[in-house]
């Protein structure tokens, strides 16, 4: 099981790295420096000759996530904060558990295309193309199977197995970024004016109010 994660992440992130979205590096590698205080567009480098295997290198990525939690999901993340090798490579990866029933809400990549394989159970996936289509483009997965969702597209995932599912994606980007849609409209500090959202939505803003409620 741990092998198959390992290959399946290698393949992600080999085909993460043809479209890349981030610039291309200048250098072999530039290991993130944690605790530099220099701003640039990514981290600091390391000394090159201070790099070590560890570096490039991180453990427990065969450990499910606890999807006890509103959603019913769990991403774990491996970016240069986990992975320092990672940093001006333009990739990272995550695993995704999800209980029975369970999403990874609506939601989008800024800075990323992604590309998903499930190595467990079945999931409903789909993507919701750009004004004026608004097009839904949706499909049942099952082990093994795999599927793109373009960058800064609204996606998601949902479990429609019986059992707990799982899945491994990479992302052409060190960061790219994930805003939820319910978080980012309802959850947002200052708040959005419910008159704002209301008229958005068209909705009474006693709904605004009751949605904002659970955010």
């Known amino acids: ?3 198959m994660i390992v290959l399946v992440g290698l393949l992600a992130l080999s085909f ?3 479209m890349a979205a981030d610039h291309s590096p200048l250098q072999d590698f530039c290991v993130a420096q944690s605790n530099s205080q220099v701003l640039l567009n990514g981290l600091a480098c390391k000394n090159p000759s201070m790099v070590q295997a560890t570096d490039f290198s991180f453990s ?4 499910s996530g606890n999807t006890s939690n509103a959603v019913g999901s769990r991403v774990t993340l491996v970016s240069a904060t986990q992975i320092p090798g ?3 490579l333009g990739i990272s990866l995550v695993r995704i558990d999800y209980a ?3 999403i990874n809400p609506p939601h989008t990549h800024p800075r990323a295309t992604e590309i998903l394989t499930v190595m467990e159970g079945s999931l409903e996936v ?3 193309t750009s004004n004026p289509d608004n097009r839904l483009i949706s499909k049942i997965l099952h082990k093994g199977d795999v599927f793109v969702f373009p960058i800064g597209l609204i ?3 949902r479990n429609v197995g019986k059992g707990n599912a799982m899945a491994i994606a990479g992302l052409s980007s060190q960061n790219p970024g994930v805003i939820t849609i319910g978080n980012a409209v309802y959850g947002s500090k200052p708040a959005i004016s419910s008159d704002i959202l209301a008229k958005a939505f068209q909705v009474d803003k006693r709904v605004v109010s009751s949605i904002r409620s659970k955010f």
Do not use: A, K
């Not at 427990?60 to 450990?63: A, K, M, Q, R, Y």
């Open 1 to 3: 099981m741990v092998e």
């Open 155 to 157: 996606h998601y995932q």
């Open 16 to 18: 993460c790295i043809t």
């Open 86 to 88: 990672l940093n001006t």
């Open 100 to 102: 029975p029933w369970g």
């Open 60 to 63: 427990g990525l065969h450990i």
């Open 126 to 128: 789909g993507f919701v």
